[in-house]
């Protein structure tokens, strides 16, 4: 059992940065790939980034490619979302998710790819 709790978002103008944090407990979290999906009202959950469990495979929407930055911290049990240069459209709530999935993290863009998710925070971008 792995429980996930996001913290780090806010409200931020257009250009500005944010860097979500995803606190997860238990045992497993060394031994999961993880996540971040993000939804907005009235749109469907759309994924964002994933990390390998070992974290050296990484994979990002394209929408967000070149601004936003997956990492983890296995000894903190703790993954991040460095997000930069923030649009408008990045406005959403964001969700954590842990997988026991291995492999590539290419392997990793769908939700039923994950086993745990947290209950998320959420993100505004003004203009």
């Known amino acids: 059992q792995v429980q996930l709790v996001e913290s780090g978002g806010g409200s931020v103008q257009a250009g500005g940065s944010l860097r979500l944090s995803c606190a997860a407990s238990g045992r497993t979290f060394s031994s999961s790939s993880m996540g971040w999906f993000r939804q907005a009202p009235g749109t469907d959950r759309e994924f964002v980034a994933a990390?390998?469990?070992?974290?050296?495979?990484?994979y990002y929407a394209d929408s967000v490619k070149g601004r936003f930055t997956i990492s983890r911290d296995n000894a903190k049990n703790t993954v991040y979302l460095q997000m930069n240069s923030l649009k408008p459209e990045d406005t959403a709530v964001y969700y954590c998710?842990?997988?026991?999935?291995?492999?590539?993290?290419?392997?990793?863009?769908?939700?039923?790819?994950?086993?745990?998710w947290g209950q998320g925070t959420q993100v505004t971008v003004s203009s």
């Open positions: 998710a842990a997988s026991r999935l291995r492999g590539g993290a290419q392997y990793l863009q769908t939700g039923e790819s994950y086993d745990y």
């Open positions: 990390i390998s469990w070992i974290g050296n495979s990484r």
